[in-house]
Structures are given as structure tokens and as C-alpha cells.
């Protein structure tokens, strides 16, 4: 009975709306008090049920909520026999709550998709070696599993048999399909767009990448800051406090009316659910862009961040040294790049594989006598011709004439940050590169529009040579830069400004910067989800795309903007209410519900600007408008 | 110990989730401070004592209140 009258609210509803039409119809149109009167109590009758049903019960495990005041104001109201206000306040609950429910839903909607991603199947090998459907619970590790096209990868797993192309957006953002073959790794949620695979499940369920992700998300929406925690324990006391107060305020007048009165408008209903809605429109606007927040903590110290610290590597930089500039000095460049080719695609430095790149197709030669000089580069012999590879210092060594020209391009290329690699043949130099890792494309840009977003310093900490690391600063417009620092030396500056009242925040890879993530402010890892990042962070970058930290930056500030907006929208509704109580005439039931429900609408639909929340091109003023 | 995650039909009110905590919490063998109402995911995590109680009656409670189960997977903790 209980579940039906429950199920049955929508419906109730509706009814109700009809008998209260039907009701006004009979006073006014056919001024017949009788059928207003009837109508009115059997709308309220009805629609109270499930209401009290709700108050009921909260009652049994000890709990004053909204519902226990509803109820009590509503049989006062029938008791005083004023049906029009029971009727309606009645309706205006049911339907506020029908609305409530629905907008919350928009709300939710991003992180819903994300969880809605993961696989619920797996196609298992049996016993007889044979493969039928499982539900995805039931696959554990070492299970082989038969993943067909157009099908998503279960778990995490390693390819077995067979080919194919994974679409691996969900996990990493990129959405260009990965190729995979024998010994691949492939990862839950991903799609196989064309191909068949058999996988053997290396993490199941919540332990997969993909799961992990969920979990953070989910927690993520839920979790609570201090604000809220307080607000949660205010309101604990704040209902049985109103109820109490209703009780001393019929006690002292004996005005049935006004008692019942104050229990509707202190209903606490848009302090209660501002903050967590607008906690989940902005964590499942930051899903869906790319930027996954740890909670609405990190929302907060996020929005009030001073200083962001940049790793180098791999962080403002892509990682992957490459040629940025080159001068010939000799006649017959194809013959040395040959040679140069030849001599480096013996060796496996970092800085050999970018020259390599830079020359690409060649003529290669026999390379004999090869000699790796420690600190400097390599000698060999190419076609009876002496070639050597390496800095200044080896070209020294080998008696290489640098002449005036040669020596201002030395100059230029250091003070551009680069690597240099310098190639004589027979003691005559040829060629000079200068190597350097290439800038993000666009990170100037973030930069400052992170400044423009009230970002006091951003300082860079390498383990780089100050030379390359001042370039990168010059270059980016960075407040300070600092080089030569190991993993402990950034821990121990960061814990300075710390110290200093600052709040920071550092944005790394997530490997080797894991101290640093763990102790910052806010800890950002430019990743792919990987284990280590997810649980030391506090912001993760997917697809380690740097523009989405402008992105994060301006989410998280509206968001902390949007969740004081809805805290004064609720504080300010019940302050007027209980002000026009007190010093006006027109206050009553009825007005005080409409109200009520009306500000609960008015934080939702204040939460919902936050998932349309987007950074226009690159002007930061476009997020301050917000 | 057991460690469960139920998930319910979608949460509306946020007065709810202090009926299911109380409910909850008020089931013999359940760990008080492990009890974790989640609002905007519509979850519950619980960890229990199995010998004292089971899934089937911690569900049973929430759903006396009004608020349907889905589903709810348990593990040892």
C-alpha cells in the first residue's frame, strides 16, 4: 500500500491540480461553496498521503524532516478548517519536489554518462573452451574473454590473439583509434572499432583504470567541504528548531494560523540542496571537458589558488626533444647528414633519436671504430673518414677550429635553451644543431589567461640546466624559473611557499613528481588516469592537455562563485520570509510554499549555468562574466 | 566485515539521506562510521558484520523507508 501510494506521487499530483481547478471553478463559476469545500479536502487528503507516509517514517529512525513539518501544517490547516491553503500548499510541495526531481536529473546528467560507459558484459571462456555472455561481475583476473567489433573492452586486460583498432577516448580523451595486437594492453571501456580479440582480464571491475575513474567521480560529486558539513549539522538542529518554534508560537497565541505558518516557511529546503547541486554541475561539467576534480574542497582551494608550480618535462613541454635549429658550414651537406645519420643511429641518446628525425631518409654508411667519448659524444670512422659527433668540449678535444661566426651561433643557440650537437669531418666543422624540447603549442596563451584569472606567480621547477629553463621561462612569461632540482629539492620549495601562507598548486606528470602532487594545495597530474596520479592528485588533466587548465581554473572559480550565490539565494528567502511574517499582512501558507519551492528551482537552475560552462576561445573576461 | 555499495533509485530530497543514515546506522551489526550516504550518486556504502546482519535485511530497511534498491554488490573488506 505504502509503496503504491508512493509510486503513485506523479499521478497524486496531477489529481491534486485538477480538484483544487475543480474547486475554484465551483466557488466562482457556479458559487457553490459546497463542491470548493469537498473538492479542496479530498485534493488535500490525497495529496498529503504520501507525504505523510515520507514524515512517518522519518520519524521511526528519529529524523524532523521537511515532510514532519508539511504534514503537521497541513492537518493544522484542515483542523482550522482553511482547506484552500491545505489543498494548495499541499500541491505546491508534490509538484515543487516532481520539478526538483527532474532539474536534478539535468545535473547529474554528465557524470551519469561517464558511469553509464562502463561495460555491464563479457563474453567468457568456459570450461569447454567455448565463450558465453557473463554479466561483467562475474569475469575475474586471468579469465580469457572474446571482445568482437563494435563491442567494449570489459577489463583490463592483455591481448591474447587476434587484432584490431580500440577507441580509447573514454580513458585517455584521444579519440584517433590505438592499434593493437598480440601483448597489447587494452583497458575497460574502450571500444574495439573494427577486429576481433581474445584478452586475458588483468584488473576487473572497480581496480580497472576506467573503474577508477568512476569511483573518483562518484565520490567526487559527493564529497563534502567544511561549508557544507557545517550546513548539514545546522540543519540537523534548524527543523526540529522550527518545529519547536511553531509549538511556542501557538503556545503563547493561541493562533492556530500563524503557527502553522511558520512551520512551512521554515522549511530549509534551498540551503540544502544548493551546494551539492552546484558541486555536481560543475564536477560532471569538468567530466565531460576533461578535467576530473577530486571534490568540492578541491573546487574551493582551487578557486583561491596564489601560486602554480609547473614541472618542465613533459609538462609545459611535450616531452620529445627535437631539431629547432640548425647552421651549415660546409659545401656538401648530403654526404655529412649521411654520415651524421649514420654515426647516431648507432646510439640510443635522446638527443641522437632527435637528430635522426630532423634528417629523416639518408644514404647510410658502414660505420667501424666507434668510440663514445663520456661527456662529450662520438667518434667514428665513416668511409675512411674521421666523423665526430658531440659538444664544444669534444670538438676542443679533436683540435676543431671554431672560428667568430661559428662562436656567435653558439651563443644564440644556448640562449634559445637548446642542446647543442656539433659535427666535424676530418677536423673541419660542418654542422651545428641546436636541439631543445618544443613548447606546448598554446601554453603561452593558457599562461596568461591564467594570470588574467587572478594567478599571482607561475614558476617553473626542472631538473633541466638554468640556461634551457630561463629560455622556457622568457619565452613562456613566467614569474620565476628555477633549474638543477631533483624531486625533493620542488617538495622542499613548494613546502616553503607553503609556509608562507600561500596557496599552491603544482602540475606534473604524476610519476615523478608524486611528493610534490601529494603535497600541494592542489595536486595536478597531466595524464592518462594512471594509478599513481588518480590517488596523489587532486586535479587530473585527461589526455594531459594542457588548455584544459585554464578550463579547470575557470570551473572551479564558478563553481566556488556559484555555491556562495546559491548559500545567499537560501540564507536571503528565509530572512524575507520570516521579515514579511513579522511586519506584514499578506504573508501566509500558501505564499510562504510557493516561495519556499521557487528558491529550491531558483539554485537549481543557478547550478545549471555551470554545465554549460566554457571558456570562449581565449578570452579569460568571457569567464568573468559568468 | 563485509563492505557493500547499494545503489538506489535516483535521490531527490537531501532530508532523505539523513533517514537513510539513521535507518541504517540503527541495524544491529552495522558499522556506525562506515555509513556514507552519497545524494548526488544515489549510494549507499556500508560496511557490515555478516554474521550479525545481512544485505537482504539492510535493503530490506531502506526500502520500508521508500527508497527502492537497485542493486547492491557486497565484498570482504
Known amino acids: ?626 | 566485515m563485509q563492505k557493500a555499495t547499494i545503489q538506489l533509485e535516483t535521490l531527490s530530497c537531501p532530508s532523505c539521506l539523513q533517514k537513510i543514515d539513521n535507518a541504517v546506522k540503527g541495524v544491529d551489526g552495522v558499522e556506525k562510521d562506515s555509513v556514507k550516504v552519497m545524494f548526488n550518486a544515489s549510494k549507499v556504502k556500508v560496511n557490515f558484520d555478516g554474521e550479525a546482519t545481512t544485505i537482504e535485511n539492510i535493503e530490506n530497511v531502506i526500502e520500508k523507508l521508500g527508497y527502492p534498491v537497485i542493486k547492491s554488490k557486497v565484498k570482504a573488506a
Request: one cysteine or more; charged letters at 20%.
Open chain 1, 1 to 626: 500500500m505504502q509503496r503504491i501510494i508512493l509510486d503513485a506521487k506523479n499521478l497524486i499530483t496531477l489529481v491534486s491540480a485538477t480538484l483544487i481547478i475543480l474547486g475554484f471553478y465551483g466557488r466562482f463559476g457556479m458559487d457553490n461553496m459546497f463542491v470548493f469545500d469537498l473538492s479542496l479536502i479530498i485534493a488535500t487528503v490525497i495529496g498529503i498521503a504520501p507525504i505523510a507516509i515520507q514524515a512517518y517514517q522519518a520519524i521511526k529512525v528519529k529524523v524532523i524532516s521537511i515532510d514532519v513539518l508539511v504534514t503537521i501544517a497541513v492537518i493544522g490547516a484542515l483542523l482550522i478548517q482553511n482547506y484552500e491553503e491545505s489543498a494548495i500548499v499541499t500541491f505546491l510541495f508534490l509538484f515543487g519536489s516532481y520539478l526538483e526531481q527532474r532539474t536534478l536529473k539535468r545535473t547529474r546528467s554528465a557524470i551519469k554518462e561517464l558511469t553509464e560507459m562502463a561495460p555491464e558484459s563479457a563474453l567468457k571462456q568456459n570450461a569447454a573452451g567455448e565463450f558465453e555472455e557473463v554479466d561483467v561481475d562475474d569475469v575475474d583476473e586471468g579469465d580469457v574473454l572474446l571482445v568482437k567489433t563494435g563491442a567494449k573492452i570489459p577489463v583490463d586486460g592483455t591481448v591474447l590473439t587476434g587484432e584490431g583498432h580500440i577507441n580509447e577516448a573514454s580513458i585517455t580523451g584521444e579519440s584517433v583509434p590505438v592499434s593493437k595486437m598480440n601483448g597489447s594492453e587494452v583497458f575497460a571501456g574502450t571500444i574495439l572499432e573494427n577486429g576481433t580479440i581474445q584478452i586475458e582480464a588483468d584488473r576487473v571491475g572497480e581496480d580497472t583504470t576506467f573503474g577508477q575513474i568512476i569511483e573518483l567521480v562518484e565520490e567526487a560529486q559527493d564529497s563534502k567541504s567544511e561549508a557544507e558539513r557545517f550546513i548539514d549539522r545546522f540543519s540537523k538542529y534548524y527543523t526540529p528548531a522550527v518545529l519547536v518554534l511553531g509549538f511556542i508560537v501557538w503556545l503563547f497565541t493561541s493562533n492556530v494560523e500563524l503557527a502553522i505558518t511558520v512551520l512551512v516557511l521554515g522549511c530549509p529546503g534551498a540551503l540544502v540542496i544548493g551546494v551539492p547541486v552546484s558541486n555536481v554541475a560543475g564536477i560532471g561539467n569538468g567530466a565531460r571537458n576533461g578535467v576530473l576534480l577530486k571534490g568540492s574542497e578541491v573546487i574551493n582551494d582551487f578557486s583561491n589558488v596564489d601560486t602554480i608550480l609547473f614541472d618542465k618535462t613533459g609538462t609545459l613541454t611535450i616531452g620529445n626533444p627535437e631539431v629547432a635549429e640548425k647552421e651549415f658550414y660546409g659545401e656538401d651537406m648530403d654526404e655529412v647528414l649521411g654520415y651524421l645519420a649514420s654515426v647516431e643511429r648507432e646510439s640510443d641518446h635522446p638527443l641522437a633519436k632527435a637528430v635522426l628525425q630532423d634528417i629523416g631518409p639518408t644514404n647510410f654508411s658502414v660505420v667501424d671504430e666507434t668510440e663514445v667519448v663520456k661527456g662529450g659524444g662520438i667518434i667514428a670512422k665513416v668511409e675512411g673518414r674521421r666523423v665526430a659527433v658531440g659538444n664544444v668540449a669534444l670538438m676542443e678535444k679533436e683540435n676543431v677550429e671554431l672560428n667568430e661566426r661559428v662562436r656567435k651561433d653558439l651563443e644564440r643557440f644556448e640562449k634559445n635553451g637548446n642542446s647543442l650537437v656539433l659535427t666535424a669531418v676530418d677536423g673541419v666543422l660542418q654542422v651545428l644543431m641546436g636541439i631543445r624540447d618544443q613548447i606546448r603549442p598554446g601554453v603561452k596563451e593558457d599562461l596568461q589567461n591564467l594570470k588574467k584569472l587572478g594567478v599571482k606567480n607561475l614558476v617553473v621547477l626542472s631538473g633541466d640546466n638554468q640556461g634551457t629553463v630561463d629560455a622556457v621561462a622568457g619565452e613562456l612569461g613566467l614569474t620565476e624559473a628555477y633549474g638543477h632540482m631533483l624531486p625533493e629539492d620542488k617538495s622542499a620549495h613548494l613546502e616553503k611557499l607553503q609556509s608562507e601562507g600561500q596557496i599552491v598548486a603544482f602540475v606534473g606528470d604524476g610519476v615523478n613528481d608524486s611528493p610534490s602532487l601529494a603535497l600541494a594545495d592542489i595536486g595536478i597530474a597531466m595524464g592518462t588516469g594512471t594509478d599513481v596520479a588518480i590517488e596523489t592528485s587532486d586535479v587530473i588533466l585527461v589526455n594531459s592537455d594542457f588548455s584544459r587548465l585554464t578550463h579547470a581554473l575557470g570551473l572551479t572559480k564558478s563553481t566556488a562563485r556559484n555555491m556562495k550565490q546559491n548559500i545567499i539565494i537560501a540564507v536571503g528567502v528565509v530572512l524575507v520570509l520570516l521579515t514579511a511574517l513579522l511586519f506584514s499582512d499578506w504573508m501566509n501558507m500558501t505564499i510562504g510554499m510557493l516561495v519556499h519551492e521557487l528558491s529550491i528551482l531558483a539554485v537549481i537552475f543557478n547550478a545549471m549555468r555551470l554545465m554549460i560552462y566554457r571558456r570562449r576561445g581565449k578570452n579569460a573576461n568571457a569567464a568573468e562574466t559568468f
